[in-house]
């Protein structure tokens, strides 16, 4: 199994967990959710991950808008192993 740089872990946070499960507490978080959670990313990005990746998409692009930061990751990529286990 591949470790994850300390960069690329608040990144995941940021870019999948944060969406999906929105302001709730850790706590509150059960097994069950993760699991749907994996489920839902194995046949394609949820919903709430891909609005938020195309809202920070938009944001950087009015703040630089000759950069190019991509396509929309549901149109190529399926991650089935986003939290590295």
Known sequence: MQRLSPITKPRLIDCYLVPYFGRRKYDSITRLDIEKFRAEMVVGIPDSVQRARDEKL???KLTDPTQSFGRSIR????PTNVLGY
Request: proline share 0%.
């Open 58 to 60: 938009h944001e950087l």
């Open 75 to 78: 149109a190529h990529v399926q």
